[in-house]
C-alpha cells in the first residue's frame, strides 16, 4: 500500500539524508520525494512517498521521524483526505502530422505546450497521478524524446 507522509522540518543541512535514512534503514524505497521551503524560509516541507505493506513498522517509522530533532510535524495521509499534484515535463519530437493530435489531447487533458521549436515540443502537465498516467499512455503515441517527473506533494483538505 502507499503511504503518502508530510513532514515539516527545519531548514537545515542534512535532515533530508537523516530522514531518508529512516526508510533505507528498514528496507522501504522511498517512491516519490519532494522537498521545498513553506511561506517560512526556516520551515521545509517534506512529502515522502513509500510502499509499506507492514504499518506496524511505518508506524515506527512516523514516531521515529517525531523523535527527530529538526521535525517539526508529520502527517500521515493516507487515510486523510488530501489533494496532491505532480508534475511532468514532456519532450515530443516534432512530427507535422500529429500537431492537431497534441492540440487536441492537450485540449482533453489540460496539457500545455510550453514550448515548440523545429525539433521538437516541450509539453507540461501539473495533475494528480491517474491523470498524468492517463495522459502518458496517450502521448506514447508520439515519440518521446524525454520525460521528467516530479515527486508528488499534498496538502490536507
Known amino acids: 500500500m502507499k503511504h ?35 511561506q517560512d524560509p526556516t520551515i521545509s516541507c517534506m512529502t515522502i512517498v513509500v510502499n509499506a505493506e507492514d504499518e506496524r513498522i511505518l508506524e ?8 527527530l530533532i529538526d521535525v517539526i510535524t508529520v502527517i500521515d495521509f493516507t487515510r486523510k483526505d488530501y ?38 515540443f516541450i509539453i507540461q502537465l501539473c495533475a494528480d497521478k491517474h491523470k498524468i498516467e492517463e495522459a502518458l499512455k496517450e502521448l506514447r503515441s508520439f515519440k518521446i524524446k524525454e520525460l521528467i ?9
Open 4 to 38: 503518502t507522509i508530510q513532514a515539516l522540518v527545519e531548514n537545515k543541512f542534512g535532515v533530508l539524508a537523516r530522514i531518508s535514512s529512516l526508510f533505507s534503514a528498514r528496507g522501504y524505497n522511498i517512491t516519490s520525494l519532494a522537498v521545498g521551503e513553506t
Open 60 to 67: 515506527q517509522i512516523n514516531k521515529q521521524l517525531h523523535k
Open 83 to 120: 489533494i496532491d499534484r505532480e508534475l511532468i515535463l514532456v519532450k515530443l519530437y516534432k512530427d507535422k502530422s500529429k500537431k492537431k493530435n497534441l492540440e487536441k489531447l492537450s485540449r482533453e487533458e489540460h496539457l500545455k505546450i510550453i514550448e515548440e521549436t523545429e525539433n521538437y
Open 149 to 157: 517527473r516530479s515527486g508528488r506533494i499534498a496538502i490536507g483538505k
